[in-house]
Nanobody
Framework: QVQLVEYGGGLVQAGGSLRLSCAAS????????MGWFRQAPGKEREIVAT????????SYADSVKGRFIISRDNAKNTVSLQMNSLKPEDTAVYYC?????????????????WGQGTQVTVSS
């Protein structure tokens, strides 16, 4: 069992930045591949960024590549998403997710544990 709690969401003006964090408990964090996902109003949940157990490999959705950075701190059992140059289309509920894997996992169906989500709203 893994519990995930996201925090750091909020309202920001277009062009601004936010940093989301996710705290994990219940299992050795370093054994988990992690991901950030989001669901915008009226749209399907989509992948934002993923990272391997040791942070060695990352992947990003084309829409956020170059603007967002995923990172993890295994000593603190946290994974973060630094979001820069935010756009109104980034508005969504952002979810932290985890799965037991030493490799990169990029499909929603591969993730077993999910946080409750945190709202990010970008105004124009």
């Amino acid at each position: 069992q893994v519990q995930l709690v996201e925090y750091g969401g909020g309202l920001v003006q277009a062009g601004g930045s936010l940093r989301l964090s996710c705290a994990a408990s219940g299992r050795t964090f370093s054994t988990l591949a992690m991901g950030w996902f989001r669901q915008a109003p009226g749209k399907e949940r989509e992948i934002v960024a993923t990272i391997t157990w040791n942070g060695g490999v990352t992947s990003y959705a084309d829409s956020v590549k170059g603007r967002f950075i995923i990172s993890r701190d295994n000593a603190k059992n946290t994974v973060s998403l630094q979001m820069n140059s935010l756009k109104p289309e980034d508005t969504a509920v952002y979810y932290c997710a985890a799965t037991a894997s030493y490799g990169l996992r990029v499909r929603i169906g591969e993730y077993d544990y999910w946080g409750q989500g945190t709202q990010v709203t970008v105004s124009s």
